[in-house]
């Protein structure tokens, strides 16, 4: 067989898909609503995923939720009933604005504070953003 032939025979023999798969997932919440009160039990594990202050998390959710809320232990309790779905979206939306690199898309970020303003320092490449939104 000649080089043309292998090269062939190895085209074909290529699955039709292949799988994607990312080091880095934003997760999903876990939890539950107990009555008038939705408790998110996974909190503190999605923060650790984030490398982020639980605290800042907490912080932004339930300014964006527009509810009260508190950490009790490793739980987040947010005041009212909210769907997953609503809580989903704003844990991408954080994860967008203060986690992931806009350069180059990766989780490997740090959150600093120099003077008044948030910057989003990437380990990865290196680029230094400007956060805008307020927490």
Do not use: W
Not at 9 to 26: A, M
Not at 112 to 127: F, H, M, N, Q, Y
Request: aromatic share 6%; net charge positive.
């Amino acid at each position: 067989m000649n080089y043309e032939d292998l090269l062939n025979k190895g085209i074909k023999e290529l699955p039709e898909k292949s799988e994607n798969v990312e080091r880095f997932e934003i997760p999903k919440v876990k939890g539950l609503i107990e009555g008038n009160k939705t408790i998110i039990t996974n909190f503190l594990q999605i923060a650790s995923i984030f490398n982020r202050d639980p605290l800042h998390l907490m912080k932004f959710l339930l300014r964006e939720l527009a509810t009260p809320g508190s950490l009790d232990g490793s739980r987040l309790i947010i005041g009212r009933k909210i769907s997953s779905i609503q809580i989903n979206e704003k844990i991408v939306l954080y994860a967008k604005t203060f986690v992931l690199c806009k350069e180059c898309g990766k989780p490997d970020t740090q959150l600093l504070k120099e003077d008044r303003i948030s910057v989003l320092r990437c380990t990865a490449c290196g680029t230094r953003q400007t956060i805008k939104a307020k927490i």
